[in-house]
């Protein structure tokens, strides 16, 4: 009996195969009809901003320079900022349809599974609407979801490279956003504790699980403060500070009281009455609007004015923290999609006007999915709460059925604590910025069902006890 059949009966949470041939196949012509139909990827400004940086050098720090990075090579590997997108897609499907066919034993199963988070794209609109954009969220998250494969398929082998490969992908998705450590709250501490879920895994091969895990985290953080070629460190992001100006802002509207620092405003006098007018609890930007008779509050991202912001954001949160949660409770509804007004920002259909020659490949396509997206995601039985609301349950639904509750767990961990960082940090209500644990809670939900009807017996003819016991529930 050789090492590989050993490893595989004691490595219960991995009961499939990988079906190389399906999982590529379908990904591949996921990625081929989308990347067709969105050539070269959608683009707004903040894609174009990063094309910039790649194409002059990396200068500030309002986003982590890794977008750029791919960017450059994607230009280097000559096809244009097209190859990303089309990498992000890739990653993203081959990642899901590798880690369900690990999950499921029945091939069946697993395709219908891969039908369903297909599905999940049209049934909650946003989900499109974003997934054909270049936003480094997409990017996030194809390789969060190819992290998370090659740990399983580490698992299924015994291979210390598949968790090489899984740590390099992990380091890579938390390189691209500031708060994408959340994903691996509990599947980093996995990996460390139990890298082969539960099979056995020599001492050796642990350590190297916690040493390339270690490396891809450090390497992720410096990438973020350190620029290329040179090494110079890069400067401190506004992030914080842009995110308190608007709880202070929001804060102000709800107490009736005026906490903007007078330097926000040059000085001049704002009532609270005008700070309701300005106030807009789906973006940041939305609350820095010109409002006729009012001053014009100035963007704490631009100017140099953080300590000031930051020392009455401290001193006021203590005093109005009722109103800071309104302001915050406020702006995760907005996020959620459970307004009863649009989802905001529910995707992207153009390629803004550059210096690039980049324009939309199928503009009157683009536009067609602009009407569909935007027509269809009035029910609020298609937003995103709905399926990040409705993933537990599947949870639950295989919790006794199934030695995959871990996985599920830590996927369904990341995807709330993703979201619980969000409710104190985001500084807008974009759906974008919940794309990573919609998809993962996206896929939680088709790969639980799948695993769910996996794990039933099968319909074997009277006296094929042993069949049944041998093909039907892993439990």
């Not at 990498?87 to 891969?114: E, T």
């Amino acid at each position: 009996m050789n090492s590989e059949v050993v490893h595989r009966r004691a490595s219960p949470a991995t009961p499939g195969e990988p079906r190389w041939a399906l999982s590529a196949l379908y990904a591949l012509a996921v990625t081929a009809f989308v990347g067709w139909a969105a050539w070269p990827g959608m683009m707004p400004y903040d894609p174009l901003y990063a094309i910039e940086e790649a194409r002059s050098g990396i200068h500030t720090m309002i986003w982590p320079p890794m977008h750029a990075y791919l960017f450059w090579l994607s230009y280097r590997l000559g096809v244009g900022p097209g190859g990303i997108f089309l990498l992000q897609l890739f990653l993203l499907f081959f990642g899901a349809a590798l880690s369900l066919n690990l999950l499921v034993k029945r091939v069946a199963w697993a395709i219908a599974g891969l039908a369903a988070f297909t599905a999940a794209f049209v049934y909650v609109p946003e989900l499109m609407g974003t997934v054909i954009t270049q936003w480094r969220d997409v990017t996030t998250t194809g390789f969060a979801m190819a992290g998370v494969a090659t740990w399983l398929l580490a698992a299924r082998k015994g291979s210390a490279v598949a968790l090489v490969v899984a740590a390099a992908s992990i380091g890579l998705s938390l390189s691209l956003r500031y708060n994408a450590f959340p994903l691996f709250v509990l599947i980093l501490p996995l990996m460390i504790l139990s890298p082969f879920l539960g099979g056995s895994c020599p001492p050796r091969t642990r350590g190297t699980a916690v040493l390339t895990l270690v490396v891809a985290c450090s390497l992720a953080w410096a990438s973020t403060q350190l620029r290329l070629p040179d090494f110079n460190r890069l400067p401190s992001p506004p992030n914080v500070a842009l995110t308190q100006e608007f709880d202070l802002i929001g804060i102000s509207a709800c107490a009736d009281k005026n906490y903007l620092p007078p330097v926000l405003t040059d000085g001049r006098s704002i009532t609270p009455r005008q700070i309701r007018q300005i106030y807009d609890p789906r973006h940041s930007n939305r609350a820095l609007r010109d409002v006729e008779g009012a001053p014009t509050i100035r963007d704490v991202g631009r100017v140099a004015l953080h300590a000031y912001v930051s020392e009455v954001w401290l001193a006021v949160l203590p005093r109005e923290f009722r109103c800071y949660l309104a302001h915050r409770t406020e702006v995760m509804v907005e996020q959620l999609g459970l307004a009863r007004d649009d989802v905001f920002i529910p995707g992207y259909f153009a390629v803004d006007q550059n210096a690039y020659g980049l324009k939309a490949a199928h503009p009157d396509l683009m536009q067609g999915v602009s009407d569909y997206v935007t027509a269809r995601d009035k029910p609020l039985w298609r937003r995103p709460a709905v399926v990040l609301g409705l993933a537990p349950l599947a949870l639950l639904l295989i919790w006794r059925r199934s030695r995959t509750r871990a996985i599920f767990l830590a996927l369904l961990a990341g995807a709330y604590a993703y979201i619980g960082v969000l409710f104190v940090a985001a500084p807008a209500a974009d759906f974008r910025y919940i794309f990573p644990p919609t998809v993962l809670c996206c896929f939680i939900l088709a790969a639980g069902g799948a695993v769910f009807m996996d794990s039933l017996p099968q319909n074997l003819p009277a006296g094929s006890k042993g069949a049944t016991m041998a093909g039907g529930s892993d439990a």
